[in-house]
């Protein structure tokens, strides 16, 4: 009898008790040997485990903290319906307009009525023969004053004693009356308080009339031809003309009364480049050259506006 190969050898399972491995039991006949080799069963083994084991249940998933919401009512677009055409204008938002305020009037005080204004406007100056030069501006101004207002020319009049008088009264301006001092210079004081009493008594002031004297007279520190004016008493600065007038006004009483109400305009004539006491004298009494005449003449239109704005200073006093 042929020996089996190897490869013909028989085997025998093994069946071990189910705490034992199992075994293929090998015979080679040729050697007369046995050997046993283990059944790889950790198949077996994984799937008896995993019937045996018993399976974790799936976890429920955790809860979720939950946020209860009032429920909002949807927004309702007040636009109108999108349209099949596109429109390539910018579209423009309303335009609120702010509440109104309502603004409470303003009561102003209670203006008092404007007062009626009596001027006098007096003149300073030298009679003849000495009424063209420089110390005599003043009548040459008062002069051109009557012309550029349309007053009555200057004339003699015993309505203010002295002196000549242009009354507006006669041609409805009232409140001009033009006074040209009769005096020399240096002692027309007296004459000029006459002429403001009786003036006063023709104008009593009262709550509805102002009156106010003004003065005209040369002006040596001023450039020929310019206005100066000065209220209230001030000092003359070497002016004798205005020096008697105020003296003769504080004799009186009135000038501290008078207030603003004492106007001063001064003309100016310039002055020599001398300062000495005769060199002055000799230049004030000196002819006014024809140049220096007609600047003064041409001051009459600035002294108007000048003397507008007073009256309307006082008209408000």
């Not at 799936?58 to 979720?64: A, D, E, N, S, V």
């Not at 031809?225 to 007038?245: A, C, D, F, M, Q």
């Amino acid at each position: 009898m042929a020996d089996p190969s190897p490869s013909q050898a028989t085997h025998e399972q093994h069946n071990p008790s189910s705490s034992e491995a199992s075994y293929n039991q090998y015979h080679d006949p040729t050697q007369d040997l046995f050997w046993p080799e283990p059944v790889d069963d950790s198949a077996s083994n994984s799937s008896l485990l995993s019937q045996s084991e018993p399976q974790p249940q799936p976890q429920p998933p955790p809860l979720k903290h939950v946020v209860k919401r009032r429920p909002v009512k949807p927004l309702s677009s007040q636009s109108p319906p999108p349209s099949s055409v596109t429109n390539t204008e910018p579209v423009l938002s309303p335009i609120i307009p702010s509440p109104l305020r309502i603004r409470k009037p303003k009561v102003s005080s209670p203006q008092l009525p404007m007062r009626s204004v009596r001027l006098l406007i007096a003149s300073l100056g030298n009679p003849p023969p000495y009424h063209s030069t420089r110390h005599s501006a003043g009548h040459i101004l008062l002069k051109h004053l009557a012309a550029h207002l349309r007053l009555p020319p200057l004339a003699k009049s015993k309505l203010l004693g002295s002196g000549l008088v242009s009354a507006g009264a006669d041609v409805g301006r009232d409140e001009y009356t033009l006074w040209q001092s009769g005096s020399m210079m240096n002692v027309s004081g007296q004459g000029t308080l006459k002429a403001w009493k009786q003036f006063n008594s023709l104008h009593p002031a009262s709550d509805d009339t102002v009156t106010a004297l003004v003065i005209l007279h040369d002006e040596l520190e001023s450039s020929s031809g310019t206005i100066k004016l000065r209220r209230g008493e001030s000092s003359p600065k070497g002016h004798n003309g205005i020096k008697s007038v105020q003296s003769s006004l504080k004799s009186a009483g009135l000038l501290p009364a008078m207030g603003d109400r004492f106007i001063k305009i001064g003309i100016g004539i310039g002055r020599p480049l001398s300062r000495e006491k005769d060199d002055v004298s000799a230049w004030v009494l000196g002819q006014l050259t024809h140049v220096e005449k007609s600047k003064i003449e041409a001051a009459a239109e600035s002294l108007v506006a000048v003397m507008q704005s007073e009256i309307r200073r006082l008209e408000s006093s």
